[in-house]
């Protein structure tokens, strides 16, 4: 199964163009798709099973992303693909039986080109559960393995909740660390420093010229 | 003159010290879409409505529509330096403006920025664009009276302090220059005013603030400007903010004066908003609460209490029909909101008279109760409004062209010179005494005489004689604001002794 936090997430937030409609889906979808597995009480394998699935097979065969994303192929034989996929008792791998009607519903309903929004959306709201967050961290320079445990630790220590980390090498920061959580960014590098340092100067000397104008100026 | 690079560093130096480095903590959130003035933003999850967000550039805008996936921005600036994927901060504010003395006799854009090349705005008090009106434990009815310096105003629909008096019609009939009058009419008053120039031609507010620069009226007056060419989330905002420039003023105690040119443009530039925004369009493509957006805006004029100061704000709203069509949407709005309304219609205003009010559907629910006793004479102004309504109706018949009996030519001929008494000259307003004496004078008979075409040299000729010699009996009109019977025999011997020496001059 594929580590959800390494290092390399090939496409973030920031790199795609964002498709709110699709992200709207994809909560519904993946709302959906929990309320099942927590019935039958495999949450934790269906999910790593769609990581696999988006990892290992869509992100590798792009072909076969697109393949089953298209409005062109039929349905039938989508329907016949999947089952020949992940259905096929030669294979070593077999996809358990929640995850595969999930697809051929999600099939059905002609969303197949949602699978990622979707995935994004139940990692969302797995980690929720399972009280764990997800942290994007940003540096300058790239931070090794010990030191990326450093800051999970301590961000697990300050949120009391379990921390998955992404991290991501920003070389415009110059220094320092931005720290993501959900919606709210703590930004502690050099560049936001100096900006703000940049913006007091600027406010004190406006400031200080209203006061005292002519302190400035020599005749 | 030589600016001493020494200071300005040791001003940075010391500010570089005093540096702390602590880690900025904000919401953010991600652009999804910009264009026409407003963008849609993913993220923001903890933003509230109305609250103000910063665009990397440096731009502001505000959160107006928060929906379950994004939040629908209005960007009150430059929107094409805005990308997509750009990061949108929280500022957890709401949007100020700079307010105080030192707005007075400027021009200013709707956030408070200098327009004007005189410098930055000296002031560190700001106020917050969007309040709520004073509600009514803090209000008392209007009762003092705001001079517009119009005859047919001041004398058939009054405006008093706090009151919203409606200045509707089609275009070029005279709407804008009502307000300059009454504006420049301020002079003495210590009224501060604040005009509000909304989707205007450029050109035609850099006339006015000619205009009212000529008329020295810059010196307690503030122009707030969002032209046409300014995108429409600053013309919606701006109305707004120039209320909230003005209630400063009213809130410490002051009376101000706002006039609003014009609404319609308001109302145009929040439905563009509002169907970017994909809200619902009703009637006429507005969306449904453009009814609350122009209510929400004329009930912060008011009149305060005395425990709050008594202070007032008073307005004038302006709205451009078309074609005279009073009930479209817009205007029956604004129409059912405001204390009345000064009816502008453009055959009068082709025939000759002017200010082209007409009078017959123009009223002041409130502005009765704030005349001055002397203005509201029945000799005065007091039958003016019915009596010039029958002259109308009695010169209809007339046209029909019938012998009429000499009690009817002349009542008909009293009303000519009635009308040509009430035309006035734009940017000309006249102080109240004089208006109530060439007003007296009118309804006593005093221009049954004069040919018509002299009226209005009669009634310039009449004020510079009283000026002149008669001074007294108008500093008593102007001290016990009444007309005293003894006044009024007073005045009745000044027109006739004024009578007996003028004569016509040419044409």
């Known amino acids: ?219 | 003159m030589k600016f001493n690079a020494d200071e300005i560093a040791s001003v940075i130096q010391s500010e570089i010290e005093h540096f702390q480095t602590t880690v900025d903590v904000r919401e953010v959130g991600v652009v999804l879409e910009v264009g026409d003035g407003i963008a849609r933003v993913y993220g923001l999850s903890g933003v509230m409505s109305g609250e103000m967000v910063q665009f990397p550039s440096g731009v502001i805008g505000l959160a107006f529509n928060l929906e379950e996936n994004s939040v629908g921005v209005i960007i009150l600036g430059d929107y094409l330096q805005i990308n997509e994927g750009d990061e949108v901060r929280a500022l957890g504010r709401l949007l100020s403006v700079p307010v105080g003395d030192a707005v007075i006799g400027r021009v200013l854009d709707p956030l408070g920025n200098p327009l004007d090349g005189k410098g930055p705005v000296n002031t560190t008090e700001r106020r917050i664009v969007e309040t709520n009106a004073p509600g009514v434990a803090e209000r008392q009815p209007v009762r003092e009276p705001l001079q517009t310096g119009i005859k047919a105003i001041d004398a058939m629909t009054p405006v008093g302090r706090g009151q919203r008096e409606l200045i509707i019609g089609d275009r070029k009939t005279g709407k804008t220059t009502i307000a300059i009058d009454t504006i420049i009419n301020q002079r003495e008053s210590g009224v501060k005013c604040f005009y509000v120039a909304i989707g205007q031609k450029d050109s035609s507010v850099a006339n006015t603030i000619k205009v009212l620069e000529k008329a020295g009226a810059m010196d307690y007056t503030t122009v707030i400007v969002a032209g046409a060419s300014a995108p429409a989330p600053l013309q919606y905002v701006s109305a707004y903010a120039g209320t909230a420039m003005a209630e400063y003023f009213m809130y410490k105690g002051e009376h101000a004066l706002i006039v609003y040119d014009d609404l319609s443009k308001q109302a145009v530039a929040y439905r563009q908003l509002s169907l970017l925004m994909r809200r619902p369009p009703g009637r006429e493509a507005f969306p449904g609460d453009v009814f609350y957006c122009h209510s929400r805006l004329l009930e912060r004029s008011a009149k305060l209490s005395k425990e709050l100061g008594g202070g007032s704000l008073t307005s004038l709203p302006i709205i451009e029909t078309l074609e005279g069509e009073v009930s479209a949407y817009i205007p029956t709005n604004v129409i059912s909101i405001t204390d009345g309304q000064i009816y502008l219609q453009p055959d009068l205003f082709f025939k000759g008279i002017r200010p082209a009010m007409n009078v017959g559907i123009s009223v002041s629910r409130v502005g009765g109760s704030a005349q001055i006793k002397a203005m509201k004479d029945r000799q005065v102004a007091g039958g003016m409004r019915l009596a010039l309504a029958s002259f109308r109706e009695l010169e209809a018949f007339a046209q029909l062209g019938t012998d009429l009996d000499p009690a009817t030519q002349a009542r008909l001929d009293r009303g000519y010179r009635m009308v040509e008494l009430l035309k006035q000259p734009q940017y000309q307003p006249l102080n109240v005494v004089d208006q109530v004496m060439v007003i007296f004078a009118g309804n006593n008979g005093a221009l049954d005489q004069i040919p018509t075409s002299q009226v209005q040299a009669w009634e310039k000729a009449f004020l510079q004689f009283v000026r002149d010699q008669k001074a007294a009996v108008r500093t008593q009109i102007a001290e016990k604001k009444e007309l005293t019977d003894e006044l009024k025999n007073a005045l009745k011997g000044i027109i006739s002794e004024f009578n007996a020496t003028w004569k016509p001059g040419g044409k």
């Not at chain 1, 076969?64 to 020949?84: G, H, N």
């Not at chain 1, 070593?92 to 999600?106: G, Q």
């Not at chain 1, 300050?158 to 930004?187: A, F």
């Not at chain 1, 560049?191 to 020599?218: C, H, I, P, W, Y």
């Open chain 1, 1 to 219: 199964m594929a580590e959800p936090n390494s290092q390399k997430e090939p496409r973030s937030q920031q790199s795609v163009p964002f498709d709110s409609g699709k992200a709207y889906l994809g909560t519904v979808y993946a709302k959906a798709l929990l309320g099942v597995t927590q019935q039958a009480g495999n949450t934790a394998e269906v999910v790593a099973e769609f990581d696999s699935l988006v990892a290992d097979v869509l992100d590798r065969l792009p072909l076969f992303d697109a393949t089953i994303s298209s409005l062109r192929v039929p349905a039938e034989e989508k329907l016949a693909l999947l089952d020949k996929v992940f259905n096929n008792p030669r294979l070593p791998a077999r996809m358990s039986l929640t995850l595969l009607n999930f697809l051929k519903v999600v099939m059905r309903h002609g969303r197949l080109d949602c699978l990622r929004a979707i995935h994004r959306a139940l990692r969302q709201l797995y980690d929720a559960l399972q009280g764990r967050v997800a942290v994007e961290i940003r540096t300058a320079h790239a931070v090794g393995a010990d030191e990326l445990a450093l800051i999970a630790d301590k961000l697990r220590r300050t949120t009391g909740l379990d921390v998955s980390l992404q991290s991501r090498v920003d070389p415009e920061l110059l220094g320092g660390l931005v720290v993501r959580v959900g919606d709210t960014v703590y930004d502690g590098s050099v560049r936001n420093q100096l900006s703000r340092m940049r913006e007091g100067a600027m406010d004190a000397t406006l400031r200080k010229l209203r006061e005292t104008g002519q302190q400035f100026v020599t005749n």
